[in-house]
């Protein structure tokens, strides 16, 4: 069974700082992995995603990530932190179940990141 | 705007109740999903439908049940409602299940308050 880990509930961080948020998985396939934002009051935003091929993966906002097998990781970074990056960050795997529904997202229980002045 | 639109944005209610929570997917996604989010449980799977089947099933309640209808938009019916329902019901959409598919758009979410 497919499952994801988020390392710290909350991250707090300066603006301009480097922000990290960690992310680990467990899949016995290989796996489609994602990263989602979610604003105040908000629905979920994807960030970027991984699926084959390049495993630095860049996406929305400055925002990249990493797959790394060995590991067992897809930490998100980010160079230089803005106060509108405050929010809350949810990394998912894709699942694949008997019924075909393999789109289905098993997501991690989220970092709020805080990003002060 | 997603393009994924859900109804209504906020609902209250007693315990005891029913309620039916509309989802309108994405121009061109055959996929639904809903989600529930809670403070204590995080974003929880609860079904999938393509194209009007059930396709996969989470951890939804038998007091739960939801469709597709032909024209793909989706219904969450939640009855009996208790305290603990109160969360924000998000619903998703993809284009398929296809392997360019796996991108989930999430619409704006439906917050269920049961007093």
């Known amino acids: 069974a497919q499952s994801v880990t988020q390392l710290g509930s909350h991250v707090s961080v300066s603006e301009g700082a480097l922000v990290l948020l960690r992310c680990n998985y467990s899949?016995?396939?290989?796996?489609?992995l994602f990263w989602y934002v979610q604003y105040p009051n908000q629905g979920l935003q994807l960030l970027l995603k991984y699926t084959t091929g390049a495993t630095l993966v860049k996406g929305i906002n400055g925002f990249e990530a990493e797959f790394k097998k060995s590991e067992t990781s897809f930490h998100l970074t980010k160079p230089s932190a803005h106060m509108s990056d405050a929010a809350e960050y949810f990394c998912a795997v894709r699942t694949i179940t008997n019924s075909g529904g393999y789109n289905k997202l098993i997501f991690g229980a989220g970092t709020r990141l805080a990003v002060h002045p | 705007d997603s393009g994924v639109t859900q109804t209504p944005k906020h609902l209250i209610t007693a315990t005891g109740q029913r309620v039916t929570l509309r989802c309108s997917p994405r121009s061109g996604d055959l996929s639904v999903y809903w989600y529930q989010q809670s403070l204590d449980q995080g974003l929880q799977f609860l079904i999938q439908y393509y194209n009007g089947e059930e396709r996969a099933k989470g951890n939804i309640l038998e007091r739960f049940s939801a469709q597709q209808f032909p024209d793909l938009h989706s219904e969450l019916n939640l009855s009996s409602l208790e305290l603990g329902d109160s969360a924000l019901y998000f619903c998703?959409?993809?284009?398929?299940?296809?392997?360019?598919?796996?991108?989930?758009?999430f619409g704006a979410g439906s917050r269920l308050t049961v007093l």
């Open positions: 899949s016995s396939v290989p796996p489609y």
């Open positions: 998703a959409s993809s284009r398929g299940v296809g392997t360019g598919a796996n991108v989930l758009t």
